[in-house]
C-alpha cells in the first residue's frame, strides 16, 4: 500500500505544474508575443 502512496505523489508532482503551465498557456491566449515577427524581404523590380 505504501508503494501506490508514494507513486500517486510522484504522479501528482508531475501533473500539477504541467497543468499550471497548460492553464497560464489557455488564459494567456498569445496576447503576449515573445517578440515581433517581422523581417525585410527583397522587392521584385518590375522588367522593363
Same mark, same amino acid.
Request: glycine share 10%.
Given at each position: ?5 508514494? !507513486? !500517486?505523489?510522484? $504522479?501528482?508532482? $508531475?501533473? $500539477?505544474?504541467? *497543468? ?12 503576449? =508575443?515573445l !517578440?515581433?515577427? *517581422?523581417? =525585410? $524581404? =527583397?522587392?521584385? !523590380? *518590375? =522588367?522593363?
Amino acid at each position: 500500500m505504501k508503494g501506490r502512496i508514494g !507513486r !500517486r505523489v510522484i $504522479l501528482m508532482a $508531475l501533473f $500539477l505544474p504541467v *497543468a499550471a503551465l497548460l492553464g497560464y498557456a489557455w488564459v494567456d491566449g498569445g496576447r503576449q =508575443p515573445l !517578440r515581433d515577427i *517581422a523581417e =525585410p $524581404l =527583397p522587392v521584385p !523590380r *518590375a =522588367p522593363k
